[in-house]
T-cell receptor, first 117, second 118 residues
Framework: EAQVTQNPRYLITVTGKKLTVTCSQNMNHEYMSWYRQDPGLGLRQIYYSMNVEVTDKGDVPEGYKVSRKEKRNFPLILESPSPNQTSLYFC????????????????FGQGTRLTVV | AQKITQTQPGMFVQEKEAVTLDCTYDTSDQSYGLFWYKQPSSGEMIFLIYQGSYDEQNATEGRYSLNFQKARKSANLVISASQLGDSAMYFCAMREDILTGGGNKLTFGTGTQLKVEL
């Protein structure tokens, strides 16, 4: 089954304690992204990767790190979490090129609800 | 910069009726894709429908159709014969530069919360 798997689903942590949210996809997609969802703001891109070892900042990258050592994995790292990073996080993957008729929608993980106290 | 606007924070519809969720977008790109996603209360993001900027016909997927008006830069989602299970948050999103693969980011609107009533 084609899927994007995020772990953990729920996480409560304390300010300053480093954490990693894992993301893995089994569709051999080139593109992977991290988004955060906040009420009234929709989803905003944090970081993205166009392929292995190629990553770049999205709209809200401050306080986050990512790596893409393998095509299937794209972990999100919070080196020193703060309460303003309390949010719902999504990992997504998609094919690179949009073909006629579609077929490159982004597939999303189940989401990680993070609370930083 | 690309922008998606969803002006309806909340909508109500009677079961079995049709409902239109509005979406307007702003882009200077010529090749782009428009997407609608559904987010039920459980939180996952479910892809519903896609429309490419070069597609001449409006997209349809079962009870979902996309009313694409390129000149007006609108991409409204129409749900026919609403069901209780359609109650969810709906997001419109856009991806630019689709033909060369240079665009990766999905830009999302703020969403419309749809409630289907008996």
């Amino acid at each position: 089954e084609a899927q994007v798997t995020q772990n953990p689903r729920y996480l409560i942590t304390v300010t300053g304690k480093k954490l990693t949210v894992t993301c893995s996809q089994n569709m051999n997609h080139e593109y992977m992204s991290w988004y955060r969802q906040d009420p009234g703001l929709g989803l905003r891109q944090i970081y993205y990767s166009m392929n292995v070892e190629v990553t770049d900042k999205g709209d809200v990258p401050e306080g986050y790190k990512v790596s893409r050592k393998e095509k299937r994995n794209f972990p999100l790292i919070l080196e020193s979490p703060s309460p303003n990073q309390t949010s719902l996080y999504f990992c997504a993957s998609s094919r690179a090129i949009l073909l006629q008729g579609g077929g490159t929608e982004a597939f999303f993980g189940q989401g990680t609800r993070l609370t930083v106290v | 910069a690309q922008k998606i606007t969803q002006t309806q924070p909340g909508m109500f519809v009677q079961e079995k009726e049709a409902v239109t969720l509005d979406c307007t977008y702003d882009t200077s790109d010529q090749s782009y894709g428009l997407f609608w996603y559904k987010q039920p209360s459980s939180g996952e993001m479910i892809f519903l429908i896609y429309q490419g900027s070069y597609d001449e016909q409006n997209a349809t997927e079962g009870r979902y159709s996309l009313n694409f008006q390129k000149a007006r830069k609108s991409a409204n989602l129409v749900i026919s014969a609403s069901q209780l299970g359609d109650s969810a948050m709906y997001f419109c999103a856009m991806r630019e530069d689709i033909l060369t693969g240079g665009g990766n980011k999905l830009t999302f609107g703020t969403g419309t919360q749809l409630k289907v009533e008996l």
